[in-house]
């Protein structure tokens, strides 16, 4: 791991972005060069509010069209279609 945040670290949670945007700090990583994997609609709000790529995993209880519709640009039901989209991406 070469970075790690906390919630406790920021003053507002998802799905407000201040958390991803220290973990990109962190990692030295502008949010357009970022692709943020979540499982919930308030992963994908934060990414793609500050201007990060999104994508989904369908772990989180939420299917894929509600991810999609949040702004997932992929949503993926397991590892070997996360990296597919991860390369597509």
Not at 12 to 29: E, I, N, Q, S
Request: hydrophobic share 45%.
């Amino acid at each position: 791991m070469d970075a790690a945040a906390c919630g406790d670290e920021v003053a507002r949670g998802k799905p407000h972005g201040d958390l991803v945007a220290l973990a990109l700090h962190r990692l030295g990583v502008e949010p357009h060069e970022a692709v943020m994997v979540g499982d919930t609609p308030f992963d994908v709000t934060a990414a793609n509010g500050l201007g990060a790529v999104a994508i989904a995993m369908l772990t989180g209880g939420y299917d894929a069209r509600e991810l999609r519709a949040a702004g997932a640009r992929h949503a993926c039901g397991n590892v070997a279609a996360l990296l597919q989209a991860c390369g597509e991406t």
